[in-house]
């Protein structure tokens, strides 16, 4: 079947260095792909979205960019802070049709570790 | 404002035993979905409710069920529990109502340990 998937499970950088992680996904009808942050001992955090209509999309030092042609996700962190250890997933859904039907597809997930 | 309320946060429970996790969505949201976290298989949609109908299911046993009330609130039930159904089970609120808004909130979850 159809998967969302990572490219690199672990992810070590320098605070203050830029953060990119990456994120396959296969299901060419997906609308909607997201990106969360998940802290220890805590559910998924939302951070940004972006949907299939657009390549780019900036929220607060944090880019997602989406290769519709490779079918890659990526989403980069600005100015990488210790804060920002945690497992980063990718999502996708596709979409909502009528009444808004809400079911996402996750990938297996990358740690983030922020080197002091 | 108050965030997703999951209760109990940790459950353990015996082969064969059944459960039921509940899951209080934001004030206003009407849709709850539920997702089950296993280190092996990762963050898998158990089903979606809004409304009181169940919108989606996953591909999970009918062993797992749920069902959501007139207040938005949410249950999940596992009968026949087997030791692989241990897992953080998570319930996400959304407003689930077509706006293309995409967010959805995530509760702390329900660890559950089946012995």
């Known amino acids: 079947g159809e998967s969302v998937g990572l490219h690199l499970p672990t992810l070590s950088v320098q605070e203050g260095d830029n953060s990119i992680i990456n994120c396959a996904y296969s299901n060419s009808a997906s609308d909607y792909f997201i990106w969360y942050k998940q802290e220890s001992g805590k559910g998924p955090q939302f951070i940004i979205d972006?949907?299939?209509?657009?390549d780019k999309r900036q929220g607060q030092r944090v880019t997602v960019l989406l290769n519709k042609t490779v079918k890659h996700l990526s989403l980069q962190i600005a100015a990488t802070q210790p804060g920002d250890s945690a497992v980063y997933f990718c999502?996708?859904?596709?979409?909502?049709?009528?009444?808004?039907?809400?079911?996402?597809?996750f990938g297996k997930g990358t740690k983030l570790s922020v080197i002091p | 404002k108050a965030g997703v309320t999951q209760t109990p946060r940790y459950l353990i429970k015996t082969r064969g035993q059944q459960v039921t996790l509940s899951c209080s969505p934001i004030s206003g949201h009407r849709s709850v979905s539920w997702y089950q976290q296993t280190p092996g298989q990762g963050l898998q949609f158990l089903f979606e409710?809004?409304?009181?109908?169940?919108?989606n299911k996953g591909n999970f046993p009918g062993r797992f069920s749920g069902r959501q009330f007139s207040n938005s609130r949410s249950e999940m039930n596992v009968s026949t529990l087997e030791l692989g159904d241990s897992a953080l089970y998570l319930c996400a609120s959304s407003l689930g109502s077509g706006t293309g808004n995409t967010e959805a909130f995530f509760g702390q979850g329900t660890r559950l340990t089946v012995v």
């Open positions: 999502a996708e859904t596709p979409g909502f049709s009528g009444a808004g039907s809400y079911q996402l597809t």
């Open positions: 972006i949907r299939s209509n657009m």
């Open positions: 409710y809004f409304s009181e109908t169940q919108r």
